[in-house]
């Protein structure tokens, strides 16, 4: 009975909680991040309680974020799509429960005792020993479930989002290994190359990866249009797989690193322009003819705002890996604004559609409301706006301190408008973000949908059936 | 329906796999193992912190869970990475970093692990930090920032214990300090000054006295007391009575920290000003040669440990009894002299009003 509860073997079980525990997970996770932001207008807001101190808070907020949502969210999508595009079940839905509890054991866990100081200390990898091996239990299973998977396929030609999916399911076992000091470390400043190495290729070959292999199912199945082309496609892929990896350097170009290291991440850097290109040019070339959907179809247009982000991303990307505009940037909120730019606005925003479409076709409910799906985008997406604008301007301000040699105390002074504005975009996610899981909650629990059938399928439609 | 099921598999799909793995592992190689190898690693430094204790033999203590003993900075170190500072505050100098000491090479690195090397700077860069401030302030700031620095938004860590604390504020007086105390680190600061505005420097070069003489110093000492003594103090300690209503305090120049100034550093700093403070920009106001007397002066009031300052001075006459303060009359045409600078109407001798005239006063001529 526990057995089958908690280890479910029914399809699609496994698919469906990977993206519940995520919304969950993007529920506290972006509360944590809403907290921080307010401790930049108000410094002593939680003075004296350690947990809550800033420098607590926010690695809680970017393992919280980057693994519980992110990734779960990605997870549980391609738990879907594999199944669908290989057209045969699941190899294990099992294991990848079991995968599933695991990895929520250690976010719950893993943020706590980030919050309590018990941390590792390199960026994005800040989760300690236990919770690593935890990490690496539920990859190394979920990666062997869909490699099998794929195995079991029914059909002879892998469409590219499996090559996405399959690549970011190799790689990301390794990075995580070789980035972790649990199982390498380093001294001096090779310790923060490797660091870099890991941050950047979590970002480049774990998220991108599976964002993008996500958006290249979604974009044609939501608009019910064939991708615009398949050669272009699989160059995005390999040149991907050849690019990205070698940039981790381009953090610390301005730290005394060997300086043929840094050259090598700028002119990676640069070359990353094509993958971003071809994507790109095949999602906007397959909606040719079609952007008018965009008025009604919800969970498309949560992707193609994505594919909007995604492009200012990479415009920003490989010009601040430049030496000459990394020199004035570096250092600045204007980075933290980009970081989102990647995580919340592209692949956030990929994802959230990609559960709109995965979660009622899983769940064979329609989704509840209509208006708060609305409400979701509009304060989701205005909200980021107001948060990107804002961070950008302050890094450009912080930049233009720095360049001039003022110092720090003084045009910190000039920065109180620009934490506050961040704290109200802040505040509108959050909000949008709680809508989203009543709205999900509500669709699991409810009867029935209290929008009618024909709005449903102008706004969030299932979608013809099979593949 | 096993039967049904038609056994795809890899096949056509092998050489691919192979090639993404094979990337994979070259790029792994070449940009993390090849720079950790023997023959690229970088040696330590002299300046390369140590932060663990040593017998009189010089060979590390191990304790008992059998890893080396952390000295007290070592464990404040531990402390830092606990505590997140890494989240807001740097420590590596760039070159184009003004005002935050000696530049840091691989090297000076070489013991420390993990990393603190740090992607942000709300607050400002910490390589150098060590020597800059007493310790009582450090734990001050550190318990309630905005006390020290209105307008902060560094946290409070008030609730650090005291064993933490003294660890923390312990490892921030040792960043940089080797870099300090190098005698060879004397004078070569490198600060960002503008070396390319030759202009700027050209004129300086103008009547320029030796610096290094006491004569120049005790000139540069009565210019001091009549231009500077207000904010800075009689004897520099940043306690003038201006100071109390300030809330960017005026430097403090008995910090050990100021050693490390070079002469251009120096007269950098006089000639323009602090920006965003109450520090004018004296060049619009002194003679260049005048600027390089202060220079002499100031290179004389570092010392070995600061001198902290109990109380600002008086604006009572008798404190300042002895202290040659300009007289109105010169007071006046100073004025006159700056504002026809700003016009751009200044001629270098504007009827006897020169700087020569006011060391006269205060120095005895030269
Ligand atoms: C309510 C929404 C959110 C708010 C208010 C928020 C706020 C913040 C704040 C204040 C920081 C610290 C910045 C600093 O160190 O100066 C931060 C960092 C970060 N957040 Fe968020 N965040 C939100 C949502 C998200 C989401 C959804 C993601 C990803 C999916 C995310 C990913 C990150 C990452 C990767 C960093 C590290 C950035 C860096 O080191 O440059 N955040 N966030
Ligand atoms: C397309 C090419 C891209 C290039 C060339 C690029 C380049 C860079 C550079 C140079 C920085 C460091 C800036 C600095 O600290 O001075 C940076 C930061 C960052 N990038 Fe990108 N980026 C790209 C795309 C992306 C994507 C797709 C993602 C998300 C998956 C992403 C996520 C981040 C994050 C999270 C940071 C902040 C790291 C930190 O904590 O400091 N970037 N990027």
Redesign the pocket.
């Known amino acids: 009975m526990i057995n089958n509860k908690f280890l479910s073997s029914q399809e699609g079980s496994s698919a469906k909680y990977f993206m519940l525990s995520a919304i969950v997970w993007?529920v506290i996770?972006?509360?944590l991040?809403?907290l921080?932001?307010l401790e930049?207008s108000f410094p002593d807001l939680t003075k004296g309680i350690s947990q809550l101190s800033f420098t607590h808070i926010?690695p809680a907020?970017?393992n919280m974020?980057?693994f519980g949502?992110?990734s779960m969210a990605n997870i549980g999508s391609c738990l879907y799509i594999i199944p669908a595009l290989c057209k045969t079940k699941l190899f294990s839905e099992k294991l990848a429960n079991f995968a599933c509890h695991v990895w929520n054991l250690v976010i719950g866990l893993g943020c706590w005792s980030l919050m309590n100081g018990y941390t590792e200390g390199r960026?994005?990898a800040e989760l300690r020993e236990p919770f690593d091996i935890l990490v690496l239990v539920g990859l190394l299973l979920l990666s062997y479930n869909l490699f099998r998977t794929v195995l079991n396929r029914q059909v002879e030609k892998l469409y590219v989002s499996v090559w996405y999916i399959m690549g970011a399911f190799f790689w990301m076992p390794l990075v995580y290994i070789v980035g972790n000091r649990t199982f390498v470390a380093m001294d001096g400043l090779n310790d923060g190359i490797l660091n870099w190495f890991y941050g950047h290729n979590i970002l480049g070959l774990w998220f991108t990866v599976l964002g993008v292999g996500i958006a290249y199912y979604m974009v044609p199945k939501m608009s019910g249009k064939p991708i615009w082309s398949h050669s272009l496609s699989m160059l995005g892929f390999w040149t991907i797989a050849f690019f990205y990896a070698p940039t981790g350097t381009h953090h610390l170009l301005q730290s005394p690193v060997p300086e043929w290291a840094k050259a090598l991440a700028v002119i990676f850097s640069a070359a990353l322009v094509i993958p971003v290109i071809t994507v790109l040019t095949n999602f906007w070339m397959s909606m040719k003819g079609s952007w008018w959907m965009l008025s009604t179809n919800m969970p498309l247009r949560f992707v193609l705002t994505g594919a909007l982000f995604y492009l200012f991303t990479c415009i920003q990307g490989p010009f601040q890996a430049t030496r000459g505009i990394n020199w004035y940037i570096h250092f600045t909120?204007w980075?933290?604004g980009?970081?989102?730019a990647a995580?919340?606005g592209t692949?956030?925003f990929f994802v959230i559609g990609s559960l709109y479409y995965g979660l009622q076709r899983l769940t064979g409910k329609r989704i509840y409301s209509v208006r708060l799906v609305k409400w979701h985008y509009w304060l989701l997406f205005l909200?980021f706006s107001i948060?990107y604008l804002t961070l950008t301007v302050a890094g450009l301000q912080q930049s233009a301190g720095w360049a001039l040699g003022y110092p720090v105390g003084q045009w910190s002074l000039t920065l109180p408008p620009m934490w506050f504005s961040?704290?109200v975009?802040?505040?509108m996610?959050?909000f949008s973000?709680c809508l989203f899981a009543f709205n999900i909650y509500k669709t699991l629990t409810a009867k029935q949908s209290s929008s009618d059938e024909s709005e449903l399928d102008m706004a969030v439609p299932v979608g013809k059936g099979g593949n | 329906m096993a039967s049904e099921v038609k056994k795809i598999g890899a096949k056509g799909y092998i050489l691919p796999a192979l090639v993404v793995a094979a990337t994979f592992i070259t790029i792994y190689t070449v940009t993390v193992i090849i720079p950790d190898m023997k023959v690229m690693k970088v040696d330590p430094t002299k300046y390369a912190m140590e932060y663990i204790e040593k017998d009189t033999n010089g060979k590390p203590i191990i304790d008992e869970t059998g890893k080396p003993k952390l000295s007290e900075a070592g464990r404040g170190r531990a402390v830092y990475v606990r505590e997140g500072c890494v989240?807001?505050h740097s420590q590596f100098v760039r070159p184009q970093d003004r005002d935050f000491g000696s530049r840091v090479h691989a090297g000076d690195y070489a013991n420390e692990t993990p990393n603190v090397l740090g992607?942000?700077r709300?607050g400002p860069d910490l390589s150098n930090e060590g020597g800059k401030m007493p310790d009582a302030w450090h734990v001050g700031h550190l318990i309630d920032p905005r006390a020290y620095t209105p307008g902060s938004i560094m946290p409070s860590f008030s609730f650090l214990s005291e064993e933490d604390m003294g660890d923390l504020v312990a490892y921030l007086q040792s960043l940089g300090r080797k870099r300090l105390e190098d005698p060879k680190n004397k004078g070569v600061y490198e600060a960002y000054y503008p070396e390319a505005d030759t202009a700027f420097w050209q004129k300086s070069e103008h009547h320029k006295p030796n610096v290094d003489s006491a004569t120049a110093a005790n000139g540069g000492a009565g210019i001091f007391r009549q231009n500077c003594a207000v904010c800075h103090g009689t004897n520099g300690l940043g306690n003038g009575p201006n100071a109390l209503a300030m809330n960017k305090k005026p430097a403090n120049f008995s910090r050990p920290f100021f050693k490390a100034y070079s002469d251009k550093t120096w007269y950098y700093k006089v000639a323009e000003g602090v920006p965003g403070t109450r520090m004018p920009r004296w060049k619009l106001i002194l003679e260049p040669e005048q600027m390089w007397y202060l220079v002499a002066y100031l290179k004389t009031l570092p010392q070995d440990q600061e001198v902290i300052i109990q109380d600002y001075q008086s604006i009572d006459d008798k404190a300042w009894e002895g202290q040659s303060i300009l007289p109105n009359k010169l007071r006046a045409s100073y004025q006159k002299l700056g504002e026809a600078k700003l016009h751009g109407t200044y001629q270098a001798n504007p009827g006897g009003l020169t700087g020569s005239e006011t060391e006269g006063g205060s120095s005895g001529g030269h």
Do not use: D, K, P
Request: net charge positive.
């Open positions: 993007l996770g972006m509360g991040g809403l921080g932001a930049f926010r907020h970017v974020v980057a949502w992110l960026e994005y909120q980075v933290v980009h970081a989102h995580l919340l692949f956030t909200g948060f961040r704290a975009g802040g505040l996610m959050f973000s | 989240y807001c992607t942000s709300t």
